[in-house]
């Protein structure tokens, strides 16, 4: 195989290696009655006119493991921040001492669940469609390489195999993340 094949087999397999990223993160949003700090990370907060992502405005401890605790640098926001968190509907009901805000975990009920799990399923399906399209875009490349006389027709069949082994590990890996995040959920 020439350079540009493998320039495009790496391009591939970053592409796909962002896609688990990706799900990594997005799986770690989804709470699953536990403590798990991930669940402020798309809360912003409105410091000052700009919006600011709380991480980065207070700390962020699990005092146990049913509850986190926020502590606002700049106690003068610590009402702003709870008004984020509320704005957020993270479904938890903060409750703070003019000094920390404190973020309990209510157990979840096996219908909430339920939903979770199949919210994650969708949410693989997403992603598994994502590194279809790039397994679809990549064999684009090597067939028009092909009608350029760049590969030859055993070239491109053996490409499009090699191609689908690593789509088939990735999507493997995605089932494995989707049962290993269900499994939590439905832990009681």
Partial sequence: MNEEV??????????LEKVLSGL??????IRAGRANPHVL?????????????INQMASINIADARMLTVSVWDISQLKN??????EANLGLSP????KVIRLVFPPMNEERRREL?????????NYKVTCRNARRDILEEFRDMKKDGSLSEDELSSLEKEVQKILDSYTSEIDKMESDKTKDLMEL
Avoid at 6 to 15: A, H, I, N, V, W
Avoid at 95 to 98: K, L, M, T, W
């Fill in 6 to 15: 493998d320039l495009f087999l790496d391009e591939y397999k970053e592409k």
């Fill in 24 to 29: 990594r993160n997005e799986y770690s949003q």
């Fill in 41 to 53: 990370d798309r809360v912003y907060v409105d410091y000052y006119g700009e919006k600011t992502p």
């Fill in 81 to 86: 921040v709870l008004k984020a968190i509320n």
């Fill in 95 to 98: 409750s703070e001492d003019g």
């Fill in 117 to 125: 799990c199949k919210e994650v399923s969708r949410i693989s399906e």
